[in-house]
């Protein structure tokens, strides 16, 4: 029998992370890559001193009051929505999470929906595979010139920040946020990031992009209300989490063309996508790939062993969020 901690992993992971997991603890790997069920999150609570969960585990307060060995939920993720952290704490759990390992990916992946949806990109695509392109045509798809336009970022944290410089620097675009605390000057120095409240914020963006973590306060702020704050014309890009945003108030506001189209990563009730959506040519739909490169991916991986690793050395885990 192993002295070393016995770590479930929910998932499969890039083989260097699955290696490293193999060669410091007792880690139980998961070849099959099925999700695990809330019976069987229960069991390696109750049988591993840590757990390496992703987005598609639901470690709920239930889970966590099982019978439990677990000292110690290393999230393989920035969001941690997924897991109960008020119950995890009540139980004296340690949670962490993976920051900065995803900041660039993600927000590379937010400027890939936004010129996207923009460009007519995914639609041009489908309409060339699908074999209806009769040849070039001035009037032909046009889109919406992105340079030069706003950008209103809802939450200004290291991935909306990474955004708002892509989009200022290299698109020239004037950059509004809004974010539940300041943010330091030194953070956002050259991008002339302005302050706004979320209506003014709304009301002036030719682009909004969703970057604040799902919380209480955040679930569904993009609603029927808000969407209607929102400037005639404009585009919603959603690569931060689904329950930000009330689905079906948003394909209304698609539907009735009060807004010109959406880029979106992540949904409601992943992997479930809102069919409605699945039919609009002005909507780009990516299957939640944010920090999807194989160098962000190891990263976040190395990150949560980096975490379980100062844990079991008895050190303060550098990302402990609980
Ligand atoms: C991850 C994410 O792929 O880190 C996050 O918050 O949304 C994604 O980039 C996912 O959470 C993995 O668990």
């Known amino acids: 029998m192993s002295d070393r901690p016995r770590v479930v992993v929910t998932r499969r992971l890039p083989q260097p992370v699955e290696d490293e997991l193999m060669r410091l603890f007792d880690a139980r790997l998961n070849p099959d890559d099925e999700p695990l069920s809330a019976e069987e999150l229960k069991q390696a609570i109750a049988s591993a001193d840590a757990l390496l969960p992703t987005v598609t585990d639901r470690v709920t307060a239930e889970v966590l009051g099982a019978p439990r060995r677990t000292r110690i939920i290393a999230n393989f993720g920035v969001g941690y929505n997924n897991i109960d952290v008020e119950a995890a704490r009540?139980?004296?759990?340690?949670?962490?999470?993976?920051?900065?390992?995803?900041?660039?990916?993600?927000?590379?992946?937010?400027?890939?929906?936004?010129?996207?949806?923009?460009?007519?990109?995914?639609?041009?695509?489908r309409h060339l595979r699908e074999g209806s392109w009769t040849g070039w045509r001035p009037t032909h798809m046009m889109g919406t010139k992105v340079t030069g336009k706003t950008l209103g970022i809802i939450g200004l944290g290291r991935i909306g920040q990474a955004v708002a410089r892509r989009a200022h620097h290299g698109?020239?675009?004037r950059i509004l946020y809004h974010n539940r605390t300041p943010v330091p000057d030194e953070q956002i120095a050259g991008l002339d990031a302005e302050f706004r409240s979320l209506e003014d914020l709304l009301a002036e963006s030719d682009f909004v992009s969703l970057h604040c973590p799902a919380t209480p306060d955040t679930r569904q702020m993009i609603n029927a209300s808000t969407l209607e704050l929102m400037k005639p014309g404009a585009f919603l890009i959603n690569s931060a989490r689904g329950d930000v945003v009330d689905e079906a108030a948003l394909v209304d506001a698609l539907r009735s063309g009060a807004l010109a189209g959406a880029g979106l990563d992540v949904y409601e009730g992943e992997p479930a996508v809102t069919p409605a959506l699945v039919e609009m040519d002005n909507v780009v739909l990516l299957p939640h790939l944010g920090s999807a490169t194989t160098e962000t991916r190891v990263a976040m991986g190395m990150r949560a062993v980096a975490n379980l690793q100062a844990f079991f050395n008895g050190d303060p885990p550098p990302d402990r969020v609980a």
């Open 90 to 125: 009540a139980q004296g759990i340690a949670v962490t999470n993976t920051p900065g390992a995803l900041t660039d990916c993600t927000a590379d992946l937010a400027m890939t929906l936004l010129l996207s949806v923009a460009r007519r990109a995914g639609e041009g695509e």
């Open 171 to 173: 698109f020239g675009m």
